[in-house]
Nanobody, 120 residues
Framework: QVQLVESGGGLVQSGGSLRLSCAAS????????GGWYRQAPGKERELVAS???????SYADSVKGRFTISQDNAKNTVNLQMDSLKPEDTAVYYC??????????????WGQGTLVTVSS
């Protein structure tokens, strides 16, 4: 069984920075996909940033140039560095990972979410 635990959320002033971390535990052969999503009150969950095969990254237009996603295979973590934060970045941030527990199995797993609040 694979579990994801997010950390790093909190309250920050506009223009500040936060670093979110998503740690995968359990039987892990590889992490093929890592994604950070967010859901603001009254809005749908949206994909903010993703990384595939530990290399190929993609970002929503709203965060390009401000957020950076990375993957640490030694620690089985997917991280999101968030700089120049804006009040509109306020949301619950969720991590999703596509994990291979073995070479022939693939699981998609969600974390429990971490709240990011950006004050103006």
């Amino acid at each position: 069984q694979v579990q994801l635990v997010e950390s790093g959320g909190g309250l920050v002033q506009s223009g500040g920075s936060l670093r979110l971390s998503c740690a995968a535990s359990g039987s892990i052969f590889s992490i093929n996909f890592g994604g950070w999503y967010r859901q603001a009150p009254g809005k749908e969950r949206e994909l903010v940033a993703s990384i595939r095969a530990g290399v190929t990254t993609s970002y929503a237009d709203s965060v390009k140039g401000r957020f950076t996603i990375s993957q640490d295979n030694a620690k089985n973590t997917v991280n999101l560095q968030m700089d120049s934060l804006k009040p509109e970045d306020t949301a619950v941030y969720y991590c999703k990972a596509g994990v291979r527990p073995t070479t022939y199995r693939y699981l998609e797993v969600w974390g429990q979410g971490t709240l990011v609040t950006v004050s103006s």
